[in-house]
């Protein structure tokens, strides 16, 4: 028994038993519908005869015209495949190496065109690295203050002042200034203090020394002035930060200043003082050097440096 | 009248297998893909008749058929290397006619060609195709003006609903495979195939009134 089905239902089935694409229990049911139902028989009657229309008037049998047609159509075809197979990449790549003695000339020009092709990628990578003094390289370093290119200057603007590093105090001041022969240098020293606390682009802006009269003396200046800078190359700073903590380079101005003190010798009132005898046997003993750097040559009771 | 098919199910694109295709079918392609000349030939003598058929239809033009044709088996040899089983040869081929067919009426409709052919037009101008001795059963079910009518409304359709009706009604091709050639899910041929028997019908009816 086959199941019931309303028209609405059947409707969307008609076209699939024409089309044979129904299962077998849909099919029972929509041909059982169309026993009753002239609606969808009348339907089904009409897709029927769509089909059969256009199966009718289709060329499906084409005549003898068609069968030449089709034949020339075969062998242009199978020309152009033969054509096309003939100027196939594989093809040509086999023609080339036919004759060998084309292989080496060939291979010679791939090598020097590599050869330029490399070249040319080389000189187009240098000319397109920034220059420093170039426009380019001016505007970065303007849009990146703080940097190493575009230092600050510690002013009002809550920036603290590079610092020596402790172990770097005795650097300048123990070495480079004491073993000059002058007994009082002053020297200006412009620099730039990098973030991480190392010097560069310094320069002498001012020395203390006068103008050397011989040739002798201003060798020497030039060489006090060269041992000075190699100095303020090596050493560090604890880098300028801003309010914020943040690490910045900056523009500083150092002045070095080496003064030596001589006393003259103990004051008229000390000299009319009576020593007790006990004592007298201790004065005798030589009195022991104050600390600090000694000075080649001076006592270190009579001259002291400093340095600024 | 129903094509005999070799494929019973077309599977989804994706699938590679070498199943849908039989032993001759599949010794053919791959002597097909080595170059094989006589292989071709065959090839294009087994299927060149379905495919100018079905380009007649759909581009109505005599010329243009044998020209689509022509193109169509150059794809067939280029992308033949490509082709992995997932449907019938036969399918597989409809499904670049169709493409070809498509790409050709958008080119005419960028060109505004306007002067197209209609296979109606041309079966008035070159007559019947089929001789007269094998008549069959369906002509004598539908009456000369009947299909006249039928054809004009068919040539008037969207290509979509045209191309679906032909490939089910005269190709005798199944929902599945219809879906493969055309790319779209089996969903939208029937309803495709729905509107474009709307229309039919309309016209049949306007014909009885």
């Known amino acids: 028994m086959s199941q019931y089905v309303g028209c609405e239902h059947a409707r969307t089935l008609l076209e699939g038993l024409i089309d044979g694409e129904l299962s077998m229990p849909e099919q029972l049911a929509v041909e059982s519908h169309l026993r009753w139902c002239d609606t969808c028989a009348f339907r089904v009657e009409d897709m029927r005869l769509i089909g059969a229309s256009l199966r009718a008037r289709s060329a499906t049998q084409p005549d003898d015209r068609s069968d030449a047609e089709l034949e020339a159509l075969n062998e242009g075809l199978l020309m152009r495949v033969r054509a096309e197979r003939a100027e196939s990449l594989p093809s040509r790549l086999r023609e080339m190496f036919v004759d060998m003695r084309l292989l080496w000339p060939a291979l010679g020009a791939t090598a020097a065109v590599l050869l330029c092709v490399a070249a040319s990628v080389s000189v187009l990578h240098a000319s397109a690295s920034r220059e420093p003094d170039s426009l380019a390289a001016i505007i970065s370093a303007l849009g990146s203050p703080g940097s190493e290119l575009n230092p600050l200057r510690p002013a009002d603007n809550g920036i603290t002042i590079p610092r020596l590093r402790d172990k770097e105090e005795g650097f300048l001041t123990g070495g480079t200034l004491e073993e000059m022969p002058a007994e009082d240098v002053i020297y200006t020293i412009r620099t730039v203090v990098g973030r991480d606390g190392s010097t560069s682009n310094y320069e002498v802006l001012l020395g203390d020394d006068p103008v050397p009269a011989n040739r002798q003396a201003a060798a020497r200046a030039a060489a006090e002035e060269v041992a000075l800078l190699n100095a303020v190359r090596k050493t560090r700073f604890l880098p300028a930060k801003t309010p914020l903590g943040r690490a910045v380079a900056v523009d500083m101005v150092w002045v070095l200043a080496k003064t030596t003190i001589v006393a003259a010798g103990p004051p008229e009132s000390l000299r009319a003082r009576s020593v007790p005898e006990s004592r007298v046997k201790d004065a005798t003993k030589p009195a022991l050097p104050e600390r600090g750097i000694p000075i080649s040559g001076q006592p270190s009771n009579s001259r002291r440096s400093a340095t600024a | ?209």
């Open chain 2, 1 to 209: 009248m129903q094509t005999p098919f070799t494929g019973d199910v077309v599977k989804n694109a994706g699938a590679l297998s070498w199943s849908e295709v039989d032993s001759r079918e599949a010794t053919l392609i791959s002597r097909c893909t080595t170059g094989d000349e006589s292989a071709c030939t065959e090839l294009v003598a087994e299927h060149q008749r379905m495919v100018f058929t079905l380009a007649l239809h759909l581009l109505g033009d005599r010329d243009e058929a044998l020209d689509l044709s022509q193109e169509v088996f150059l794809r067939v040899f280029r992308t033949l290397s490509s082709f992995r089983g997932q449907s019938a040869l036969r399918t597989w081929i409809y499904r670049i006619v169709i493409n070809q067919a498509r790409n050709r009426q958008r080119w005419w409709r960028r060109r505004h060609r306007t002067s197209q052919v209609s296979l109606d037009d041309h079966l008035h101008q070159c007559g019947e195709l089929e001789s007269t001795a094998t008549v069959l059963p369906d002509r004598a079910l539908a009456s000369k003006e009947t299909a006249d009518r039928i054809w004009g409304a068919l040539d008037r359709l969207p290509f979509d609903q045209r191309t679906a009706l032909i490939l089910r009604e005269i190709d005798g091709l199944r929902y599945e495979e219809i879906a493969f050639s055309l790319g779209v899910a089996v969903g939208t041929v029937k309803s495709r195939l729905t509107r474009a028997r709307q229309a039919l019908r309309a016209e049949l009816l306007g014909l009885r009134t």
